[in-house]
Each structure stands twice: as structure tokens, then as C-alpha cells.
């Protein structure tokens, strides 16, 4: 299994039947395909629609259905859609179960930077810093550290996507939550030690007595 | 009376230096005949407030790739390269505005609020500059409504007195932008006869909508 679908896995299981989850594009967007059997969720994209699917055979395309990078997709049955007011008043109103979300950094305590590279890469925020702001529950699904460099730090130094904290982080090699007492290790992935993961985090990290193994077979 | 107008003149409308919201969203929902006539026409120094700017070849990009922007009020020009280096180069200004701010800001606009509270961007750099307010023992951000001198829609069917409708998520913000500009000029893949689109399916009433021009079509 390759780095991304271990991630994209872990954070799969986070999801329960009946969430609105919004996935954001790239990694994230893996997720869907690794659902727990029986988990059945709706998927929104925020340019607009609630119960987004893959397009359900080459052909089907429709120019009028796409995601939010543009990519046609399906819908499934029972599906919705609605104006971008209404979409970010799901997100922001509190109706948005889940989003999972790239990131450039997090650091200790929690808050995620993953809109912008000041003199490099200025792309916007997109819906990013609502999605931040508004979902129940924000899961961070992101590679651990860029080209050894690691991506969870003490404090961001990349421009804040939100000062709210997000809920879980789920990288290649661990799954940590962020708490009022600082990252709390909650899993490593499997053959990972704590110490692969304490090597490659650039915060302190709290190690319970008890890590177990990312439960992914 | 039927508000069916050609092409041209409805274009032509449009002076140099004008504010413009476009709907649309990497494209889908932007009105692809309008863009064109813009571009045909030469129009310069425009101000865009859009959700994106798409790609270079595509959509609102083709406008910035002409230059013929001067600002662009948008929350997300990541998908095309140009826009992003004319940023650099100062050679065009970017707002990036978060985008339910952005939704809510053009709504704002067009139904009478002076701005909207919003708890999104605060503690980050979208809050330079913006009053910080308190209320029940939560912050936000006061954002101001958008406005602007003309709205370029797409709908997926139109009547000849300009009742729409709009298809999935090429619908995102062509209602909220409707509301909110001086003049609303639409471009729809089909326009009905009076009384074919039953009032529950209106979403933009026929009393917003100044012109209508009909998205191409091949006959034969």
C-alpha cells in the first residue's frame, strides 16, 4: 500500500453513516473511494452540491456537474444542489459533519496553514478558511514531512488558514490529535515506531504509555 | 415584452473601467458568449468579482490572458499560472476574499446589508485592515457587501421575460450575482416561451434580468 492510500484509509474509518463530509481536492479526495463497507455518507463540493459521486461511466460526463477543481463528476440518487450561499451556509452554519483537508503545516496547538507560500505559491484560500472555521470536525490528512522537512511544527510560519483547532491529523506514519494539552500520539502506521515519528515532527508530541498500530489490515 | 438582445449591443453596454460580476465557477456556469464578445469587443481596465479565474484558455482566464483586467476580486487563482504572475508582476491587482465571505459579500450586496459578520479569517491575514466584532462571546470579522455596474450569468433556461433557471453546479454564484449588480445581462443555453417554467422552479425572478442572449446553437 502506497503512502497516500494508507492515509486515505485511516482517515476513512473517522467517517460514520449518514455524515455530510467535504473532501478537499488532491489526497483527500482518496478518501471516498475507501469507504468502510456499510459507512454510506454524503460527499458535498463546495461549489454547490450535496451527494457527489464519480462519474458513473466514460461518456456520462455532464458540463453542468463538476467538482471544485472543474473535473466532472456524478451524483448519486437523492443528491442536491443549491446556489454557493447556501453551500457555505451548510459549511459555515455548522451543517458540515466532516472536512478533511491538505495541509502545509500544523503545528502545537492545532491550527493548520495550507493556503499559501508567501513568494511561491499565492493560489487563494478558496473555501479553505470557512471549511476550517465551520466544519463540526476538521481532519488534516497530509504526508508527515516534505522532503524531510518536517510539516508538523512548533508554530506555523506559513499564513494561517484558521486559529481554530483542528481535530486530527492523519499522516504516513501516525495519527495524532491535537488537545488543550498539546499532539497527543494516537496511533503509529504499521512498521512505523514512536520513534520514526518523534524523529520526524518538528513539536513536542505527547506519547501515551500505549500507542497502538494504525488499525488498517 | 421579450428582453432578447443582440450580442453586440448588449456588449457594448459595457464601457472601459467597468465593475463586473461573472458567475461561474473553473468555468462551469460562466457564460461563454459573453466572454467572447468581451474579448472581441477589446474592453480594458475591468474589474472582475468572481469565484475564480479559471484557466488561462478557459472562462474568466481568457480575460485576464488578454489583459484586459485591471482587478479581480476572487477567492481562488491557483488553477491559472497568468493570473498568478500578473499578481507578481503588479501588473494586475488581486483581492483574495475567502469564499463563503466572497458568497455572502455579493449576497449582501444584492439584498440591502451594508456587510455581513463572519467568524471565517479571523487571527489570519484576511483580517488586516476589517473592524473585529464581539457579539454573544464570539468574534468576527465585519465584511463589506459587493456591488457592481453589471452581472454576466449563465442560466440553463430562461423565459422571454427573464424568469431562470439554473442547472446543478453551474448555478453556484449566477443567482446570488443577479441580485447584485446595476445591470444584469444573461446568457442561457435556452430561452422558453412565457409561462413553460412553472413560478416554483424561478430561482432569479424575471424583475432582476435587463437583457437575454441566447448561448449558441447549431441548427441543421
Not at chain 1, 456520462?60 to 451556509?89: K, Q, R
Request: hydrophobic letters at 45%; charged letters at 20%; aromatic letters at 2%.
Amino acid at each position: 500500500m502506497d503512502e497516500k492510500t494508507l492515509i486515505a484509509r485511516r482517515v476513512a474509518l473517522e467517517l460514520r453513516a449518514g455524515n455530510l463530509v467535504n473532501l478537499g481536492i488532491g489526497l483527500p479526495t482518496m478518501v471516498a473511494a475507501h469507504l468502510p463497507a456499510g459507512v454510506d455518507v454524503f460527499f458535498q463540493s463546495e461549489n454547490g452540491i450535496v451527494g457527489m459521486a464519480p462519474v458513473p461511466e466514460p461518456g456520462a460526463e455532464n458540463e453542468d456537474l463538476s467538482d471544485a477543481g472543474g473535473s466532472p463528476i456524478g451524483a448519486v440518487p437523492g443528491a442536491a444542489s443549491f446556489d454557493s450561499a447556501m453551500s457555505f451556509g451548510l459549511i459555515r452554519g455548522g451543517h458540515l459533519d466532516v472536512t478533511v483537508l491538505g495541509g502545509l503545516q500544523v503545528d502545537e496547538e492545532g491550527r493548520l496553514a495550507n493556503w499559501m507560500v508567501p513568494g511561491k505559491m499565492v493560489p487563494g484560500m478558496g473555501g479553505a478558511m470557512d471549511l476550517v472555521s465551520g466544519a463540526k470536525r476538521v481532519i488534516v490528512a497530509m504526508q508527515h514531512s516534505a522532503k524531510g522537512t518536517p510539516k508538523i511544527v512548533k508554530r506555523c510560519e506559513l499564513p494561517l488558514t484558521s486559529v481554530r483547532r483542528v481535530d486530527l491529523i492523519v499522516t504516513d506514519l501516525a495519527v495524532i490529535e491535537p488537545t488543550d494539552k498539546g499532539l497527543v500520539l494516537r496511533e503509529t502506521a504499521p512498521g512505523v515506531t514512536v520513534a520514526d515519528v518523534l524523529a520526524q515532527t518538528g513539536a513536542e508530541l505527547i506519547v501515551p504509555a500505549d500507542v497502538p498500530v494504525m488499525p488498517i489490515g | 415584452m421579450s428582453k432578447v438582445r443582440k450580442l453586440e449591443e448588449t456588449v457594448a453596454m459595457i464601457p472601459d473601467g467597468a465593475v463586473l460580476m461573472i458567475g461561474g465557477f473553473m468555468g462551469v456556469g460562466t457564460p461563454p458568449r459573453l466572454i467572447e464578445e468581451l474579448l472581441r469587443q477589446g474592453k480594458r481596465d475591468l474589474t472582475v468579482i468572481a469565484n475564480d479565474t479559471a484557466r488561462p484558455t478557459v472562462g474568466i482566464g481568457r480575460l485576464v490572458s488578454a489583459k484586459a483586467v485591471r482587478k479581480v476580486i476572487a477567492s481562488h487563482i491557483g488553477t491559472n499560472s497568468e493570473t498568478q504572475r500578473q499578481m507578481i508582476a503588479g501588473e494586475t491587482m488581486v483581492e483574495l476574499v475567502p469564499q463563503g465571505t466572497l458568497a455572502e459579500r455579493v449576497r449582501a450586496g444584492g439584498f440591502g446589508l451594508g456587510g455581513v459578520l463572519t467568524p471565517t479569517g479571523v487571527g489570519t491575514v484576511v483580517e488586516d485592515g476589517k473592524p473585529r466584532i464581539e457579539l454573544d462571546g464570539t468574534v468576527y470579522l465585519l465584511e463589506k457587501a459587493l456591488k457592481a455596474d453589471f452581472a454576466l450569468i449563465a442560466a440553463k433556461r430562461a423565459d422571454y421575460l427573464g424568469n431562470l433557471e439554473y442547472a446543478l453546479t453551474a448555478r453556484n454564484f449566477n443567482p446570488l450575482m443577479a441580485m447584485a449588480a446595476g445591470t444584469v445581462i444573461v446568457e442561457a443555453e435556452d430561452i422558453v416561451p412565457v409561462g413553460v417554467i412553472p413560478p416554483d422552479s424561478v430561482v432569479t425572478p424575471n424583475v432582476l434580468v435587463d437583457c437575454l442572449v441566447a448561448k449558441e446553437h447549431r441548427h441543421g
